[in-house]
């Protein structure tokens, strides 16, 4: 190895977490602010000795993976697959394909308070040993499950980040193919032969697991308000759309796609939430695909949007400002039928319609403006 050891961290996301629970994988949950994963990068990114971070995400990951790094330049993620080990030979092949390192330091995600101190140690045990692992004492006696008592000093509760040579690493993995699962990276390095050490690890890296797990660490749910607003001109025409109602009309509106200002204003809310442009960046007017459309497409496709990014509608409330037609008598069509656009409770919206006394474009008659507001929010 060379004096100066290119050393890559490796961060395996790839999981569902499902014994956590909530709305989005707990990797991709909040704690302060910050996505787990992005916690779990941070001692890395800071540590002087780690040259790269490559990061193992798990299929249909990338929206949630990409709103938990912004702004930090990094490799493009790996994809992983159906158990841990399968995601760190994922991530390790791919190291591999890029030119190697001489040690690596396989981290999971969900350990996101990492002590420098700890990467230290692990690096300065590689200097002498294959490969190094933090431990730490198992503080509550020990006991088999029919209860015979167990020396604890016997036993350590193992963590990560794991260090080892790269080479070593991968040819282990490579070599384990076709046996059971291996419960971490450790027992395939030592089943493949190799010198694995212990070193101190740290409190402060336990896993997060369990629900309970995120208590006491700040985990605050992600919350997120938007508005929208759109007028259409009345042109010659026997019906309008609005709020993803058909209502007959003396008059027609123009536009592109059918004209629901309603749904227009609320798809512009919802992206205007999430910070994705508006709907014309997302369904150009000029686009011949859009010409005469429904545009429940567009507000289905900006609820999907949110919820590739963890993010369910908390609420709705738009205006429809117009002389004629009353909104009134269509109000409960339209919630009913916005709900079901977006597959939401009625309850979370709300529609009202309100004249401009005559006065303006709309108190004249010559078309119909919609205002909405819209409020997103994780599922934690
Ligand atoms: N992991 C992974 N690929 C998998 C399974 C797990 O990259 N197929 C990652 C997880 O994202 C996590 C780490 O391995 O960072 C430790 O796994 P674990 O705590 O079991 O996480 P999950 O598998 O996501 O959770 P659960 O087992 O509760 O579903
Ligand atoms: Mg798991």
Known sequence: MADTPRITALIVAAGKGERAGGGIPKQY???????????????????????????????????????????????????????????????????????GADLVLI???????????????????????DGAIPAIAVTDSLARADGATVAREDFVQVQTPQAFRFDAILAAHRGWEGERTATDDAEIARAAGYDIDLVDGDKELKKLTFEDDFAGHGAIPEFRVGTGFDVHAFAAGDHVWLGGVRIPHERGLSGHSDADVALHALTDAILGALGEGDIGSHFPPGDPQWKNADSSLFLSRAAEIAAGRGLEIGNLDVTII??????????????????????????????KGTTTERLGFAGRGEGVAAQAVATLRSGV
């Open 322 to 351: 117009c002389e004629s037609p009353r909104i009134g008598p269509h109000r409960e069509a339209m919630r009913d039928r916005i709900a079901a656009i977006l597959g939401i409770e009625p309850e979370r919206l709300s529609i």
């Open 107 to 129: 981290h999971d995600a969900a350990r996101p308070f990492l002590p420098a101190e700890v990467v230290d140690r692990l690096i300065a045990a590689c200097s002498a040993h």
């Open 29 to 99: 949950r909040r704690i302060r602010g910050k996505a787990v994963l992005r916690h779990a990068i941070e001692p890395l990114r800071r540590h002087d000795a780690i040259a790269d971070i490559r990061i193992v995400i798990g299929e249909g990951q990338q929206a949630l993976y990409e709103a938990a790094i912004e702004g930090v330049a990094l490799p493009a993620p790996v994809v992983g697959g159906a158990t841990r080990q399968q995601s760190v030979r994922n991530g390790l092949e791919a190291i591999d394909r890029d030119g």
